[in-house]
């Protein structure tokens, strides 16, 4: 799920219990909820998934399959099913999980999801986490801001994105909250505002080249 916006959930005598959303989450543990349209998922979703489990010291990430992005066309996504089964393929371990849950709760936007878990789950430490491409269009996300004071985020770094990701309006709106990666495992502690960008090894695989090579047979 990529933006914020007006709560547009089920109703709550229609919603589904924690239970129902596909995950046992308990007090105390430390997940990330990676949200995204995976279309296709590829190496370089769990390239940025791994690398916030160990560098984070989380005990889960999900994957959090989008219905849809607002920002791409309906007609070049592909069912939601077919995303599903592609994460689950690069989703490697038991501490990776990948969750259907935005369609469950009917929730449009990030928001809205990130309320609504936190609401579920008190107790468990949500990190929002995001390759560094999403950073650079951040503030595109309807109510991005909220986002940044809901829960800490991780930005993993992506190729061709670090320069517009470092001087990005949502970097510098939220510098003062950035930590250093040296503290990256501390940040499912910290109070939001706060924000780590993490270097390393880069992926270079991608969706939207993967899309193309597809079109061209």
């Known amino acids: 799920m990529w933006f914020a916006g007006p709560a547009r959930l089920v109703p709550e005598a229609g919603r589904p219990n924690a239970q129902r959303l596909g995950f046992h989450l308990e007090a105390g543990m430390r ?15 769990a390239h940025v998934a791994e690398t916030a489990l160990h ?3 989380l005990d889960k990430v999900i994957w959090l399959v989008s219905p849809q992005n607002p920002l791409k066309s309906s007609a070049e996504t592909r069912p939601l099913a077919e995303r599903l089964a592609g994460a689950r393929l ?6 990776m999980i990948v969750s259907d849950a935005e369609t469950r709760l009917g929730s449009q936007y990030t928001i809205d999801t990130l309320r609504v878990l936190r609401a579920r789950y008190p107790g468990v430490k949500f990190v929002w986490v995001m390759g560094a491409d999403s950073l650079a269009t951040f503030h595109r996300w309807r109510g991005w801001t909220q986002i940044m004071r809901e829960v800490p985020v991780a930005v993993i770094s992506r190729p061709w994105a670090a320069l517009k990701s470092r001087t990005s309006p949502a970097a510098r709106r939220f510098a003062h909250a950035r930590k250093p990666a040296s503290a990256a495992a501390t940040l499912p502690d910290a109070t939001a505002p706060a924000w780590v960008y993490l270097t390393g090894p880069l992926n270079y695989a991608s969706s939207t080249a993967m899309r193309e090579r597809q079109k061209r047979g």
């Open 55 to 57: 560098r984070l010291n």
């Open 31 to 45: 997940v990330g909820l990676f949200g995204g349209s995976f279309n296709p998922a590829h190496e370089g979703h």
């Open 90 to 95: 690069r989703a490697r371990g038991s501490s």
